[in-house]
Antibody, heavy 123, light 106 residues
């Protein structure tokens, strides 16, 4: 059974750096084809993809946020970390991590999601 | 950057068929996925690779993708299907989500 859980601060100040951790079980990021993504959702708004890391350490980022994001993995400990620099109130959102199963190229989808963690950016 | 457009809302009567569209340039040449999100819950994948239903997703959910439009169809819509629905595709090594459609069952 695949599970994921996000953790991190609930409140950050403007200009600070946000660090979120996704702890997962039921799969390994050493398995060929597997990945973990971060997706966020501002209150009352749509989903927005942020970043994706694959089993081979290939990384993809949202073009609009690429300069502020870093995604890394710790395979032995089954976790993925996302850092976002220079936080702003518009970054207030629920942040989700999700599992990307083995799939053909270009067929990336996310079949298991964490419960999400709400992050508020305010001074 | 690539964009996916969805109607903001769709209404359907119980037992009828609901169709939710997702439009993007040459979307039919890409794979489309669909997610259901109920209030206060995480999204759930209901369709991947245009038409594949993950385990546990009812057969009333189906998908198609051709030309510039992907469509999520819910046959025999039930009250429990009332939710927000998001389409998603992969373009130029990035993931793109649509703006979401609120499905109302009334």
């Amino acid at each position: 059974q695949i599970t994921l859980k996000e953790s991190g601060p609930t409140l950050v100040k403007p200009t600070q750096t946000l660090t979120l951790t996704c702890t997962f079980s039921g799969f390994s990021l050493s398995t060929s084809g597997v990945g973990v993504a971060w997706i966020r959702q501002p209150p009352g708004k749509a989903l927005e993809w942020l970043a994706l890391i694959y089993w081979d350490d290939d990384k993809r980022y949202s073009p609009s946020l690429k300069s502020r994001l870093t995604i890394t993995k710790d395979t032995p400990n089954d976790l993925v970390v996302l850092t976002m620099t220079n936080m702003d109130p518009v970054d207030t959102a629920t942040y989700y991590c999700a599992h990307r199963p083995i799939a053909v190229a270009g067929a990336d989808a996310f079949d298991f999601w964490g419960q999400g963690t709400m992050v508020t950016v305010s001074s | 950057s690539y964009e996916l457009s969805q109607p903001s809302s769709v209404s359907v009567s119980p037992g009828q068929t609901a169709s939710i569209t997702c439009s993007g340039d040459k979307l039919g040449n890409k794979y489309a996925s669909w997610y259901q999100q109920k209030p206060g819950q995480s999204p759930v994948l209901v369709i991947s690779q245009d038409f594949k239903r993950p385990s546990g997703i009812p057969e009333r959910f189906s998908g198609s993708n051709s030309g510039n439009t992907a469509t999520l169809t819910i046959s025999g819509t039930q009250a429990m299907d009332e939710a927000d629905y998001y389409c998603q595709a992969w373009d130029s090594s990035t993931v793109v989500f649509g703006g979401g459609t609120k499905l109302t069952v009334l």
